[in-house]
């Protein structure tokens, strides 16, 4: 009896691991459908009947081409969730594509289910992410190289620019099939409806008249 505590500390520790990501699938295949006359509900999307899948379900083509980087911030994320992909239902696994034009910024943002681990196809990118307060909200950053692999920790701020003088791509993987996406100006300053102008004029330290012309301009979605 004395291992009892131990015991149930290990196999708390382990049930919390296990719900920290997406659930393992109990069944070979899960592909999503908006049919919810004939699908079952599963983690968050309905499936198909896995006897009318077929191989189309589990092949994307939205990565092949650019991304339009012509944009305010100079760059394109091309999302390969599950979303836009049925076949990663269950699967705990998306991809995307990220296009920058010389110059262009993924901006600040989170994934608050995922984490991500990112490439560097052509280009060179500065990148980094922000730890929470138990670090002291540390910024860990890097000049990657063509072939360099970054990874940022799941629901921790980060982003990507271009400092090249040419065109750059780089291509992600997260650790679930709807990271979800949370890009910190659009939601502070473009949030519907508004956050208060008090609220942020106090929190950032600005002059309200600032806060409200931040809140009247257009916050571009690059996604």
Known sequence: MKFLPITLLILALATATALAYDPSPLQDICVATNDLESGVFVNGKFCKDPKQATADDFVFMGLRNPGNTSNPLGSKVTQAFVQQFPGLNTLGISMARIDFAPGGLNPPHTHPRGTELLVVVEGTLLVGFVTSDQLNNTLFTKVL???????????????????????????????????????????????????????????FQLDKKVVDHLEAQFWYDNN
């Open 145 to 203: 190289y063509k072939g360099d692999v970054f990874v940022f920790p799941i629901g921790l701020i980060h982003f990507q620019l271009n400092i090249g003088n040419t065109y750059a791509l780089a291509f992600s993987g997260l650790s679930s099939q709807n990271p979800g996406l949370i890009t910190i100006a659009n939601a502070v300053f473009g949030a519907k409806a508004p956050i208060s102008a008090d609220v942020l004029a106090k929190a």
